[in-house]
């Protein structure tokens, strides 16, 4: 297969850095085509670790070219950050390696402010638990049409019209909620200081990659967040701010449908979640506080703890079929050593009707309640296994019927945060 889409297929953090660098050896182009800083990718390579948040994690390998599609928000100054960190580390990086795709509407600093004064003022039952980096209102802005968009960062008066364009609508819900108003001069000026170091990068993507695809070049898009986070399908309002599903892969970075040929969906072989919103499978218990000590499950962006649950075969399921998802790579299953019995919720109950998908309106999200197999756990460890033979009968048992339950295959099983720790079934770039 050409070009192959790699989507969170819970709430995020299901171990997609490894996977998107292990997988982009075999690419030529990296693609991030939504979300923006908020998520948060680890990479280790040998003895360095890398934590990437806006840059594709393409960077890092030598010879291939990483893209920021339009359906990125990208907060320049950060991107600058992460540039000279990464770079520190001993990355290149040049416009010949990273292209930003001159539509990408921008993060300014008033969205990362909304957003936190949003969080604070908003009661408990109704705070989303965002990260605070204002992508909410800088996908807002995008849909309002009152974005600053990289293209604009060329011109004086363009830039001053569309920062006129959205200070007016900003500085009217600044007074509501009693924020001081947008100093222009200073916001302009801090935009035409960024500039410099953001345009070398920036490039018609949509035209780059359409190019790339007819020379036969293996694209790679990378995505950030989980399925149960996009903005249609995921928990709504407890999602985030953009399409997270595979079919936004395309619109994304301005190429059609047909260029995705194979979506792989990362799925980790239980279940979390940071901030707020519904959790059917949430453990409050010592099996939950094992999950989460032995996963080291704290937020790569904000240090969060992350709730922890049974694997949620029915969510995985529908997030397989939104996404189109052809293979799974199942990471974490080594967190799993040691339990004496493992649950897998296969459906929900709602006031006594069997259900096989999350329904959508909140109130019987509320009352449902999983409805639970048991399987027998195992006491050997599986970390760093590299093949089935070094998994027990009980392991390789969990992960067929996590399978059959999703309906879809393992593609790759990942059983370390080491990229040579993984079991290759299925190589989703293999023609
Ligand atoms: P936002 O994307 O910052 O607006 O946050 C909205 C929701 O998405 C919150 O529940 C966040 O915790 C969650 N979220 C955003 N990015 C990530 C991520 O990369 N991993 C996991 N959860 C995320």
Known sequence: MANVVVVGAQWGDEGKGKIVDWLSERADVIARFQGGHNAGHTLVIGETVYKLHALPSGVVRGGKLSVIGNGVVLDPWHLVKEIEGIRGQGVEITPETLMIAENTPLILPLHGELDRAREEAANPGAKIGTTGRGIGPAYEDKVGRRSVRVADLGDRATLEARVDRALTHHNALRRGLGIDP?????????????????????????????????????????????????????????????????????????????????????????????????????????????????????????????????????????????????????????????????????????????????PTAADQQARCTPVYEELPGWSQSTEGARSWADLPAEAIKYVRRVEELIECPVALLSTSPERDDTILVTDPFAD
């Open 182 to 358: 947008i100093d222009r001069e200073a916001l302009i000026a801090d935009l035409e200081a960024i500039s410099e170091k953001i345009l070398p990068f920036a490039a018609p993507v949509w035209k780059v990659l359409n190019e790339k695809r007819k020379a036969g070049k293996r694209i790679l898009f990378e995505g950030a967040q989980g399925a149960l986070l996009d903005i249609d399908f995921g928990t709504y309002p407890f999602v985030t701010s953009s399409n997270v599903i595979a079919g936004q892969a395309a619109t994304g970075v301005g190429l059609g449908p047909s260029a995705i040929d194979y979506t792989l969906g990362i799925v980790k072989a239980y279940t979390t979640r940071v901030g707020e919103g519904p959790f059917p499978t949430e453990l409050t218990d010592e099996d939950g506080k094992r999950l989460g000590e032995r996963g080291h499950e704290f937020g790569t962006t904000t240090g969060r703890q992350r709730r922890c649950g049974w694997f949620d075969a029915c969510l995985v399921k529908q997030t397989c079929a939104t996404s189109g998802v052809n293979g799974i790579a199942l990471t974490k299953l080594d967190v799993l050593d040691g339990f004496e019995t493992l649950k897998i919720c296969t459906g929900y109950d709602l006031d006594g009707t069997r259900l096989d998908y999350l």
